[in-house]
Structure formats: structure tokens, C-alpha cells
């Protein structure tokens, strides 16, 4: 037990029975509602396609719409402008970045990072002349685009987005070889034609940005923060708000999404490029891919919330996972800041409030009606203007309790009790 569990213990006493009745008949109807979760996966399994389509129509019908931003080419000089717009208007977006702009500018990735945003990787250079050439071409860019962005912010993206888009560029081996190596190749479906030519006027970019292909309630908008790109700036406040008019939900992309892809085309362009041999693929993209599957996603269960990372969202430390402290708070729903003076980030999530100190090493938290908190030392570090924090101690200071660790095949599963303060899961108590 931690020293703030002592206090907490101290300030509101033992459960008293009731309490315990209530937290075994939760516990109960969780063990309960996962039993019927396994019954409709080994029944969907049962029945084959016809209850997969069953199950996309009755998904289909409840319209549940989502917008993807995506922003090619930067960092530029106008993905600061890109930024605070999001940033003021609480959207989180999805950077395919260039290795070469990425080293002129790394504080920009730094804070793109920093803010809650996904990095994926759009090559080093973006000549098509270079990487269409051959695959060993494509490859050496994107591993190198890769180790720069590690360099910085200390992650290895699995999102990739070819420069021109995969359609007359990809064929079957660029395709095959990348999934192989790990890696997620993500199109688009939506395209804002801010790069069709040069100046295009915001109004006409509005116009192409909230075009979704009818039969979709995924949008997956390509715009560009890099090179001469004012108007896209102008446009996005009108394309935001269009989408938050229509009902849509911002999210950013995941290489574990199912991904947007091009058909490759026809394979006559592609007759005369070589094709890597197998003593290549296997020193290259097979040990590229045993270091990817060294590696599991993790999955934090908090009551009915599930917090997904991927392998390169959080890190394993003597024993504690540690988890970027502003995006881990962006996915479950919580807000933060960060006071440059007083070198502190501050996190709201449900009624309690917490601020670490990555200097001092520390967490502070209270409830949002408290004058005052109480402090623990936890399990922390800094590095390139990323706060990483033990997510058990971090929970614990919001108010929820790690209570099981466990590893599977596929990927590591944390469960938490949530707080008794969430008014989320108080409400699951009215069956009682």
C-alpha cells in the first residue's frame, strides 16, 4: 500500500460492509458481462459471415461517424498555426511526417507529440523518382525517417502514408513486404485538393475536405501542413466545425485500425522494377518484424473503459509500465496542462485533480471540492519534453486501484477498479 493509500485510508476509514457487498456484486457483473461477451464471439464464430454482416449492419445503423485529420509534408511553417487551431478547438490529428523536415525541425515534432497527436511516417525526402524506384529504396527512407523521429521523441511510428498516395505507386510487393515488416500503410478517403495546384482558395478546399464518398461514416481527410499551405490554415476552422455540425467524433489514427488503402494498379507500369531477393527481405523486413512482435499492445481495463496503447505508446521500467502522460490522459478523456513557469503538467479526469512535478519526481492530487492535496513520489522521467509516468501510480492518484497484471499472447492487460467518484460507473450501480 502507498503512502497515499494510507492517507486515503486514514481520511475515509475502512469499506464498510455495504461498501463490500456493492464492490462484489460490481465485480460480479463484470465476470458476468465478459462471460456473454465470449458467448457472442463463439456464437459469431459459429455462424459465420452472415453474423459478421449481421453485426456491420446493426453497427452500420447506429451512424456512429468519425472524421480522421490528416496533415502530409510537415513539419512546415505553418503547422504552429496547425496546432493552435486544434488545439482551441480540442481535435487531435494524425502527422505523416518527412525525416528530412522532422531534423530541421524537431521542436516541432516535440510538439506535435507533446499535444496529443499521432506521428506517422511519410518518408525521408518525398522524391518519387527515389522511392518508386525499387523497394529497397523505399524501405531505406522509411527506416530512416524512423530512427530520426525516434531520435527526438523517443518512438517508433508503425503509421505509414506514401508520398502521392499508394495508387499508381504501390504494387503487391510494396504492399506485402511493408505489412511483413511491421509496418501499417494508411491512404485516404477524403481528399481537401489543397495540393492540386498552387493557392487553392480555402472555400474550395472546405468544399472538397467535408466531401465524404457516400456508404461511409469513416472520414480520413488529407490536407497538408507542409510548403505553401496559408489557405489549408484558413479552411480548417470551417472544416472542423462542418464535422462537429454533422455529428462526427475526432480520432486519430492507430496502426491497429483497418486500414484505407488504394487497389493497386494494374501491374503493366510495374513489369520492369526489380524485386527484392529473399537474403534481403530476410536481413531487412523479417528482422525488422521479429522486433515489432517482440513487443505487445497494451490494454488497460478501467470498469467498462478500455485504454489501448501500442507497443511504442508506453515503456516497461523496473517493473512499472510507463505511459505518456498527456496522450494517456487525452484517451481517457481527462484534460492536462502545462505551467512552463512552475515546470509542472496539471491533469483534470472525473473529480480529482493531479500535479506532477517530473523534477521533484512527484504526484499531487485532491479531489476538485479540496483545498488542499496530498503528495507521493512516484515512478517518472522526462525525456525531449515527454512526461512518462507509472500508469498504476498514476490511476492510483485519480483515484482507481491496479489490481491485475496479466500477459497474453497478443498483448499485455492491465485491470483497474475506477474510482468510486466516476459518475460513469456510480450509474451502473442503479441495478442493484
Known amino acids: 500500500m502507498t503512502y497515499g493509500s494510507q492517507l486515503w485510508m486514514e ?10 457487498y456493492v464492490c462484489e456484486k460490481v465485480r460480479m457483473w463484470q465476470r458476468l458481462s465478459i462471460g456473454c461477451l465470449l458467448t457472442v464471439i463463439l456464437l459469431t464464430g459459429m455462424l459465420g459471415t452472415g453474423a459478421s454482416s449481421a453485426a456491420a449492419a446493426a453497427k452500420s445503423d447506429k451512424t456512429d461517424k468519425v472524421v480522421y485529420l490528416s496533415f ?5 511553417k505553418h503547422t504552429p498555426e496547425v496546432l493552435d487551431i486544434l488545439r482551441d478547438t480540442g481535435v487531435q490529428a494524425t502527422f505523416f511526417v518527412l525525416g528530412q523536415q522532422a531534423e530541421r525541425k524537431p521542436e516541432m515534432i516535440k510538439r506535435i507529440h507533446r499535444e496529443g497527436h499521432v506521428i506517422g511516417n511519410h518518408t525521408y525526402n518525398h522524391e518519387y523518382s527515389e522511392l518508386y524506384r525499387d523497394f529497397p529504396s523505399f524501405w531505406q527512407q522509411i527506416k530512416r525517417t524512423e530512427d530520426i523521429i525516434h531520435s527526438i521523441i523517443g518512438i517508433r511510428p508503425a503509421l505509414v502514408r506514401a508520398p502521392g498516395g499508394t495508387y499508381g505507386h504501390f504494387d503487391d510487393t510494396y504492399f506485402d513486404l511493408l ?7 494508411m491512404d485516404w ?11 487553392v482558395p480555402a472555400a474550395e478546399i472546405v ?34 466545425h462542418y464535422y462537429k455540425q454533422q455529428g462526427y467524433r475526432f480520432e486519430v489514427m492507430q496502426a491497429s485500425d483497418d486500414p484505407v488503402q488504394f487497389q493497386v494498379k494494374p501491374a503493366a507500369k510495374f513489369k520492369n522494377r526489380p524485386s527484392p531477393g529473399a537474403a534481403w527481405i530476410a536481413k531487412h523486413v523479417d528482422a525488422n518484424a521479429s522486433q515489432w512482435a517482440s513487443a505487445k499492445p497494451l490494454k488497460i481495463e478501467l470498469g467498462y473503459m478500455t485504454v489501448k496503447l501500442q507497443p511504442d505508446e508506453y515503456r516497461v521500467k523496473d517493473q512499472n509500465v510507463l505511459v505518456p502522460l498527456r496522450s494517456y490522459i487525452n484517451k481517457l478523456g ?30 499531487t492530487s485532491k479531489r476538485l471540492h479540496e483545498q488542499s492535496g496530498y503528495s507521493v513520489h512516484a515512478v517518472m522521467e522526462s525525456n525531449e519534453g515527454t512526461i512518462w509516468v507509472a500508469a498504476g501510480e498514476l490511476m492510483e492518484q485519480l483515484g482507481a486501484k491496479q489490481y491485475m497484471v496479466q500477459s497474453g499472447d497478443s498483448e499485455w492487460v492491465i485491470t483497474v477498479d475506477p474510482p468510486w467518484t466516476s459518475m460513469d460507473y456510480r450509474h451502473s450501480f442503479s441495478f442493484l
Not at 502530409?72 to 512546415?76: A, I, V
Not at 505489412?179 to 500503410?185: E, L, N, P, Q
Not at 515546470?343 to 512527484?362: L, S
Open 72 to 76: 502530409d509534408d510537415g513539419p512546415g
Open 11 to 20: 481520511r475515509n476509514g475502512q469499506l464498510d460492509q455495504h461498501a463490500s
Open 189 to 199: 478517403n477524403v481528399d481537401s485538393g489543397d495540393s492540386k495546384r498552387r493557392n
Open 334 to 363: 481527462g484534460s492536462i496542462s502545462w505551467d512552463q513557469a512552475a515546470g509542472t503538467a496539471t491533469t483534470w479526469w472525473k473529480d480529482r485533480i493531479v500535479q506532477i512535478n517530473p523534477a521533484m519526481g512527484t504526484m
Open 207 to 240: 468544399a472538397h475536405a467535408t466531401a465524404v464518398p457516400a456508404g461511409t461514416s469513416n472520414a480520413l481527410v488529407l490536407m497538408h501542413d507542409g510548403g505553401a499551405h496559408a489557405e489549408t490554415v484558413k479552411a480548417l476552422p470551417d472544416i472542423i
Open 179 to 185: 505489412k511483413r515488416g511491421g509496418y501499417a500503410v
